[in-house]
């Protein structure tokens, strides 16, 4: 009976972790734009895996929108972004 409770106490505190990314934020490191102009900003993390595009822009003030996705740990990269003239943004992102 022991065994039992050690398994799953073991198993909700891994299912835990695994889903805690869900809520957090991940600030752009790096991300620029096709033409090399810097991008800022964060993504809020709407789930494990995938986060939107929040309040993020270029130098020049130009807005960007589009998706992040966590690929690895507390790391996550640019999906589908571009500014609103439609120009591609690419770039880094890490959660905090």
Known sequence: MKKIFIFIFLGTCISSYA????????????????????????????????????????DSGKQVTGECYRYSGQYGELEGAQTEDGESVSGECYIY
């Open 19 to 58: 889903s805690s990314y869900q809520g957090k934020y991940c600030e752009l490191d790096g991300a620029t734009t096709e033409n090399g102009e810097s991008v800022t900003g964060e993504c809020y993390m709407y789930s494990d895996q995938y986060g939107e595009l929040d309040g993020v822009y270029t």
